[in-house]
């Protein structure tokens, strides 16, 4: 239980960053910061109700949340919270 509480924690830090003013997501696969926060909220709905969404793809090179960083200046802040979410779904 402990890896899916670190699991959300790391998903809602993610969340955050994606809800920053001012984001480009002109090169992730998200139209906007808005289906890109809906998306988020729907991971954490699964995580809230003990089950490990399919969140790869989110964080993987290239994937969306990597592409929004990039373009918009928190890559590092990025790197940090991705390692952590990996983690966690390597443990589970």
């Not at 924690?9 to 997501?25: T, Y």
């Amino acid at each position: 239980m402990e890896t899916l509480s670190q699991l959300q924690e790391a998903v809602v830090e993610l969340r955050g960053l994606l809800a920053r003013p001012d984001n480009d997501f002109s090169w992730s696969s998200w139209t906007s910061q808005e289906v890109a926060l809906l998306e988020m909220d729907q991971h954490l709905e699964w995580l809230r109700r003990g089950a490990v969404p399919d969140l790869w793809q989110l964080v993987a090179p290239t994937g969306p949340a990597q592409e929004v960083s990039l373009s918009s200046g928190w890559g590092n802040e990025y790197l940090l919270v991705a390692e952590r979410i990996e983690t966690a779904l390597a443990r589970t």
